[in-house]
């Protein structure tokens, strides 16, 4: 069984045939996803969609690009939102200094409030970094000590994935594990302990190869999955059984 950690069904580009594609997923393969929120309103879809069906999860934050936006009733509805049994984590959350769609100090600070959310409410983190590796490590260290979370996409340099494991957190790979051009992540993914890897899709962004240029989907995850056993000698159903026991013990999923 596989389990894809980060996705966004909730996204308009599913509107037109979410069921089939949920059902696509948990026929082919997967025991279950986690929808990750980028706002307000999209943590609410998400979690909607997640009520609907067995097997669907749900995480809620704010995204870096949308920090600006964030009021004080957010945090509170964050916390309130997390006492629901399908929500599993908060997030996404953390900084993305490629766009600076919201000030740098603003990100850090929503970032910062997000993370107390997380420790008020006992459940993990899922980082979003994007070209912030300094920012986001200083911040984690600060912040979150003791709190069980995950670096998803993860794109940070080995050190950085030492230090990471180092704090007890976890990373996961996605579709740009499969990209050819990816050979620093693929190293990574060769050697990084396998008991704190999780595998995702961020779908429908970031699809692998063979099809790169369409949307991407939760069935896809076995994929990345197929790649990281390519990289570690494995068979892709030994990946997709040992991820999915990671995503069960930092999700706390039965």
Request: glycine fraction near 8%.
């Amino acid at each position: 069984m596989y389990f894809d950690s980060h996705a966004h069904i909730d996204d308009e580009r599913f509107d037109a045939d979410r069921d089939e594609t949920i059902k696509r997923a948990l026929d082919g393969g997967l025991a279950g996803f986690l929808n990750a929120g980028a706002d307000m309103k999209s943590s609410a879809r998400g979690l909607a969609i997640a009520e609907k069906y067995p097997g669907v999860f749900a995480a809620v934050g704010i995204h870096p690009h949308d920090a600006k936006a964030a009021t004080e009733a957010d945090y509170a509805k964050l916390a309130q939102w997390a006492l629901n049994p399908k929500v599993l984590a908060i997030g996404e959350i953390g900084l993305d200094y490629h766009y600076n769609l919201s000030p740098k100090e603003v990100q850090q600070e929503v970032f910062i409030r997000q993370l107390d959310v997380a420790r008020q409410t006992g459940l993990p983190f899922i980082i979003h970094d994007r070209e912030a590796h300094g920012d986001c490590m200083t911040l984690i260290k600060r912040e979150a000590k003791g709190l069980p979370g995950v670096f998803h996409c993860f794109s940070g340099s080995w050190e950085m994935a030492q230090e990471l494991l180092a704090l007890g957190l976890y990373i996961s790979f996605a579709g740009p594990l499969t990209f050819a051009n990816s050979v620093k992540l693929k190293q990574i993914a060769a050697v990084a302990p396998l008991e704190r890897v999780l595998i995702e899709t961020d779908s429908p962004y970031l699809t692998p190869p063979p099809h790169r240029g369409r949307r991407n989907e939760p069935l896809y995850v076995k994929m990345v999955a197929a790649e990281l056993a390519a990289l570690r000698g494995m068979e892709p159903d030994e990946i997709g059984a040992i991820t999915y026991e990671n995503a069960k013990r930092l999700f706390r999923l039965e």
